[in-house]
Nanobody, 122 residues
Framework: VQLQASGGGLVQAGDSLRLSCAAS????????MGWFRQLPGKERELVAA???????DYGNPVKGRFIVSRDKPRSTMYLQMNSLKPEDTAIYYC?????????????????WGQGTLVTVSS
């Protein structure tokens, strides 16, 4: 399975943005997936995770503002980002894990998309 992330861009604080992660094969639908973000020199951190059945988990900085979802017929995962803040600026990556459940550690994800840059200006 290959993952293609898209939808990043430059927005102003308070704006919304939706990221997409398209999988090359529908087998992606059987796995838990996640969104992570990373700044230069910093560790990759969990933004949101979602199971095959649609259970979700979020990193504390984005709870109440971001929503993760998946469209199985399109083999695509989304991240709806609302009320964006300058501190949300980062490269966002989507990923797949072979493990079930809600996985928070990036070390347990085995397939990664190429990343998409989100920049939020104040």
């Amino acid at each position: 399975v290959q993952l293609q992330a898209s939808g990043g861009g430059l927005v102003q604080a308070g704006d919304s943005l939706r990221l997409s992660c398209a999988a090359s094969q529908p087998t992606m639908n059987s796995y838990s997936m996640g969104w992570f973000r990373q700044l230069p020199g910093k560790e990759r951190e969990l933004v949101a995770a979602i199971t095959s059945d649609g259970l979700t988990d979020y990193g504390n900085p984005v709870k109440g503002r971001f929503i993760v979802s998946r469209d199985k017929p399109r083999s695509t995962m989304y991240l709806q980002m609302n009320s964006l803040k300058p501190e949300d600026t980062a490269i966002y990556y989507c990923a797949k894990t072979r493990f079930g459940g809600l996985i928070r550690s990036p070390a347990l994800y085995d397939t990664w998309g190429q990343g998409t840059l989100v920049t939020v200006s104040s």
